[in-house]
């Protein structure tokens, strides 16, 4: 295949990445489990099914040594008072590390290993790393525009969405006032 081109950009006025080539959309239907008001969400999900998150991609060969990039716009929105969060992933290869930057709005970066939880403010222009073996979600804090965060990671990672089921996010965050409060998880 011969490679689409060498750059993205940033297209700030639309939120989305210039020279992506896949697209994605997650509505609150695909996003079962992961609300502490699952029935909320399924109700939720029947009626008016808003958008929570688009991710554009940059693709690339899925050999060792190339890399993956994608811009992921969270929208604001709640379940029940728990902010819009990205399904979240583990990687598939163990020795698969992250770097997400933060390009626009508020939210929190939660990364899960075994019983231990950490997560990190985003806001622009803070950049995270998220070391391998750490599972990995973003959540809005903010219910005035999206979260936007641009992620460069390795092309062999890949992603297991399963292991989260066995391996939950000890934190789920909350609504509170005009900021946010962060919950104990499963
Ligand atoms: C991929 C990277 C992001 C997420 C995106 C959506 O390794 O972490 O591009 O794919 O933020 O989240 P999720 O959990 O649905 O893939
Ligand atoms: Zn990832």
Same mark, same amino acid.
């Given at each position: ?59 690339? /060969? $899925? *050999? ?5 990039? &994608? @811009? ?9 008072? =728990?902010? #819009? ?60 525009? /999206? $979260? *936007? ?5 390795? &092309? @062999? ?9 066995? =391996?939950? #996010? ?17």
């Amino acid at each position: 295949k011969i490679p689409a081109g060498f750059f993205t950009a940033f297209d700030r006025q639309n939120s989305l990445l210039y020279n992506a080539d896949d697209y994605e959309e997650r509505k609150l239907s695909d996003l079962q489990g992961c609300f502490v008001a699952e029935e909320i969400r399924h109700q939720m999900a029947l009626q008016e099914n808003k958008t929570v998150y688009r991710v554009y991609k940059k693709t690339a /060969p $899925l *050999v060792a040594g190339e890399l993956l990039q &994608a @811009v992921t716009v969270l929208f604001p929105g709640t379940v029940n008072g =728990e902010f #819009f969060m990205t399904r979240g992933h583990y990687h598939i290869h163990p020795k698969c590390a992250e770097i997400f930057f933060c390009l626009g709005g508020r939210g929190l970066l939660l990364l899960q290993k075994g019983n231990e939880t950490k997560w990190v403010e985003m806001k622009p222009d803070v950049i995270a790393y998220i070391p391998a073996g750490w599972g990995h979600r973003t959540v809005n804090t903010s219910l005035a525009g /999206p $979260l *936007v965060f641009i992620a460069f990671w390795p &092309a @062999v990672a890949g992603q297991n969405y399963q292991r989260r089921l066995k =391996e939950p #996010f000890g934190k789920r965050v909350f609504q509170a006032d005009r900021s946010y409060v962060i919950g104990d998880g499963d």
